[in-house]
């Protein structure tokens, strides 16, 4: 006889995690943390974060280390994140006024003003991932390890996320400070990194759990911090004010093969390094904008250092040696040593809108998928959406400022227009010889994928000496 449903309740299954698998019944009945408890370490937490994210974003300019100023990019913008959860959290919390924006103990804030000053990059890295990296860890752990996870879970569940993103911080940070130790054995990152650490324990630690000790000394923080937006490389990047060869020309030069243009767009990807050193000074000269403009702007810095290792990878795929090429850097030079942080943004936007017609970021994935080489294929689709996307930050931050997007890129044309290139004075000056280094570069790849070179393509001869990236004149 059928049982009708409800009448025998089926038989209770024992074995299944309980509390839907959140913790044990031990830690379910925790009475350590009230919500207030719990906000105050979540705002510690906060405000490490947005230092390390600030102090990153600062540093990615004029760090000349091509892994670091690419891994700061990274890393800053995972701190960005983080950051965006805590706030998230905090203010579901009751806690209006939510109090963001207070330093929440000044020996933290002592902390990252000594931090940003770091004299050398071995101090620095040291600093960063020996010191306030694993202060995080530390204070991530003491909070899930307090607070009660039942009720507590989605405060848990974002500290869950941050602790496995820090803990790929470390690796990193401890390879990077073995290397730098070893290339430069009689330096020393001790006394600076016992101050930061001087700095955690006068704060009581990272959540203020332990008793406070005397807060150090100011030593580099003294004299006021005063950022470097002059782009540094490393010796790999030779000849960086060389402008002797335009990729652009080349690229939308109907006469030459895609598998030809490849080359061009691979340098034309790897060059973007230079979008993060002018981003990061937006970000470090602009004051007043709301949290959400810097995450999206740390989104979209982090995306164009991608677009770099993209470029860096697709020479490794075809066994060709991009440090014997100019890897120009006058753009973010130029653009941030001559134009204030927003006629940058407006420059960076009208570039990118510039990518979306039927003859940018389509026309290079194409060419790409024309080349025969499968990798190009994937670099460029993906690199297409990250710039739809980059297209609507600018829409957001930068157009909402105009009357419309026409203003809007009108401004930036002008910005751009502005731009003095010093083509001539940078050869005057014996920075360069804007030497074309195209037939050569072409004629190795040619010769390392066993393929003849098109003698069109080996004549090419196009500088950027009168015309910019977008073809259109420009000011010398
Ligand atoms: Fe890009
Ligand atoms: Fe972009």
Redesign the pocket.
């Given at each position: 006889m059928d049982t009708q449903p409800g009448t025998v309740p089926p038989t209770a299954v024992r074995g299944i995690p309980p509390l839907a698998g959140l913790c044990t019944f031990a830690e379910a009945q925790r009475s350590e943390w009230s919500v207030e408890e719990c906000v105050s370490a979540l705002k510690r937490l906060h405000y490490l974060f947005r230092r390390l994210h600030e102090v990153l974003t600062q540093r990615i300019t004029s760090e000349p280390q091509f892994e670091l100023k690419t891994a700061y990019s990274l890393h800053a913008y995972l701190c960005a994140e983080h950051v965006q959860a805590l706030r998230g959290r905090v203010s579901e919390m009751r806690e209006p006024p939510l109090g963001l924006d207070v330093v929440p103990h000044a020996a933290l804030q002592l902390l990252g003003d000594e931090l940003r000053k770091a004299p050398t990059t071995l101090e620095f890295v040291a600093g960063v991932y020996v010191v306030v990296v694993p202060a995080l860890q530390v204070g991530i752990a003491e909070s899930i390890g307090r607070t009660n996870r039942l009720p507590d879970a989605p405060s848990a569940r974002i500290l869950r996320f941050a602790a496995l993103e820090l803990g790929d911080l470390k690796q990193f940070g401890v390879e990077a400070l073995a290397a730098l130790r070893t290339a430069e054995p009689t330096s020393d990152s001790h006394l600076f990194t016992e101050t930061l650490a001087a700095c955690l324990a006068a704060a009581g630690g990272p959540l203020g759990l332990q008793p406070e000790t005397p807060c150090p000394a100011p030593k580099h923080s003294v004299q006021p911090y005063v950022y470097d937006r002059v782009p540094k490389r490393d010796s790999r990047f030779q000849d960086s004010y060389n402008a002797g060869v335009n990729p652009e020309a080349f690229l939308y030069d109907e006469r030459f093969q895609p598998r030809d243009k490849l080359l061009m767009m691979l340098y034309k990807r790897l060059r973007?390094i230079d979008?993060p050193e002018m981003m990061a000074s937006i970000l470090s000269e602009t004051s007043g904008k709301p949290w959400a403009f810097t995450l999206d702007m740390s989104r979209q810095l982090w995306?164009?250092a991608r677009?770099s290792l993209m470029g860096e990878v697709g020479f490794v795929s075809l066994g060709l040696d991009w440090t014997q090429i100019p890897v120009n850097f006058t753009w973010s030079l130029n653009l941030n040593t001559q134009l204030s942080p927003q006629e940058r943004h407006a420059v960076l936007f009208f570039i990118e809108q510039g990518l979306m017609p039927r003859t940018g970021k389509r026309y290079e994935w194409e060419v790409a998928r024309e080349s025969g080489v499968p990798l190009a294929g994937v670099i460029q689709d993906f690199?297409w959406a990250?710039?739809v996307l980059?297209a609507q930050l600018g829409r957001r931050w930068y157009v909402s400022e105009f009357k419309d997007l026409k203003e809007a890129l009108a401004y930036g044309d002008a910005c751009w227009s502005r731009v003095m290139s010093h083509w001539q004075s940078y050869r005057d000056q014996g920075l360069t010889g804007h030497r074309n280094w195209w037939p050569e570069f072409y004629a190795t790849a040619c010769a390392t994928q066993g393929i003849e070179p098109d003698p069109a393509a080996l004549a090419f001869n196009t500088t950027y000496a009168a015309v910019r990236a977008d073809l259109k004149e420009i000011a010398v």
């Open positions: 973007e979008v995306d164009e677009h690199d990250d710039e980059h």
